[in-house]
């Protein structure tokens, strides 16, 4: 069976919706067919089939979740002695060579990525680029717009 890495933080994260969706969108959808169904006619019930439709996609996301959990290996950064080493989980200072300009970057699981926030796949170019690389290193990322150096300037494991 494949492992799939993820933080503390991310698997909590899917515990919190798994709960919600267990105990709160669930029963209200349950509740929503039930006074859908008794309108009569689910024929042409328009409310009947828009909750059926919402019970599917919750019923399909607990399962999701259940199996992404049941996959994980959730690896906590904090427990580990900081190296100066880039690994999963750690946080990432680096600065643009060319430009000074500086980017913070989280290596995370695939689910948990987002861009927006600084939250990266340890599988984007990015994250493969930076692992294995240590305070002070130069690293050159692909880019969309070619390759770009960047150095290291600081790794936290927070």
Do not use: W
Not at 73 to 91: H, L, P, R, W, Y
């Amino acid at each position: 069976m494949q492992r799939y890495p993820m933080t503390v933080q991310g698997a909590e994260a899917l515990k919190a919706e798994l709960n919600k969706l267990k105990s709160i969108d669930r029963p209200a959808v349950t509740a929503a067919i039930a006074e859908a169904r008794a309108h009569g006619d689910l024929k042409e019930n328009a409310e009947y089939h828009a909750a059926r439709e919402q019970q599917g996609f919750i019923e399909g996301r607990i399962q999701d979740i259940e199996g992404k959990l049941s996959n994980a290996q959730i690896i906590d950064i904090t427990q580990m002695a900081n190296n100066g080493k880039v690994i999963f989980g750690a946080t990432v200072d680096i600065e643009n060579v060319d430009t000074g300009e500086e980017k913070t970057y989280q290596i995370v699981g695939d689910d948990e990525a987002d861009f927006k926030v600084g939250k990266i796949s340890v599988n984007s170019p990015i994250a493969r680029g930076l692992v294995g690389k240590s305070e002070g290193d130069a690293v050159l990322i692909e880019t969309p717009g070619g390759r770009v150096e960047y150095e290291v300037v600081a790794v936290r494991y927070e």
